[in-house]
């Protein structure tokens, strides 16, 4: 009987120990998640402000573009001007068009981090209420238990 305690014991303790290391990995997991939050945090705010700095110089070749098909008294021609002002405003839209699908994607992916995020520290709860379990309350009523040899 009191062999059978022993082991019963030590079961309970390395299950304890186990669910340590387990909750300590959880901690250095969450760490990293969170950070990996920040740099995507800060890389969505620098996608959003190089949109942003596109957004005007697409304007001024559109207003100049503009203002070159609608000149009174002057034909509509096709020089070098206009081709390179339509180049212009192409490569700039192509370019906050492929920022914009960075942008997406990229809040795509925070949204993965703040849900992993919200996954270990579910885990980490479930961790930390079973070692309150196991350590306070287990350990403490079998520590109570003797067993005398009749």
Not at 76 to 85: A, E, H, K
Not at 119 to 131: F, P, R, S
Not at 136 to 149: G, K
């Amino acid at each position: 009987m009191r062999k059978q305690k022993e082991c019963t014991d030590y079961a309970l303790e390395s299950r304890i120990e186990e669910t340590r290391g387990v909750k300590e990995k959880l901690e250095t997991h969450l760490a990293r998640v969170k950070r990996q939050i920040i740099v995507m945090e800060d890389n969505i705010d620098c996608l959003m402000s190089a949109i942003a700095a596109k957004e005007a110089p697409l304007k001024l070749a559109h207003t100049r573009l503009n203002n070159r098909s609608q000149r009174p008294n002057v034909e509509l021609c096709r020089d070098g001007v206009q081709y390179g002002l339509i180049e212009e405003v192409t490569v700039i839209g192509e370019s906050i068009f492929k920022l914009q699908e960075t942008l997406v994607s990229a809040q795509a992916s925070l949204r993965g981090l703040v849900r992993r995020q919200v996954e270990i520290e579910d885990d980490l709860e479930v961790k930390a209420n079973t070692l309150l379990i196991d350590e306070a309350e287990c350990m403490a009523m079998r520590r109570s238990i003797s067993i005398q040899l009749y």
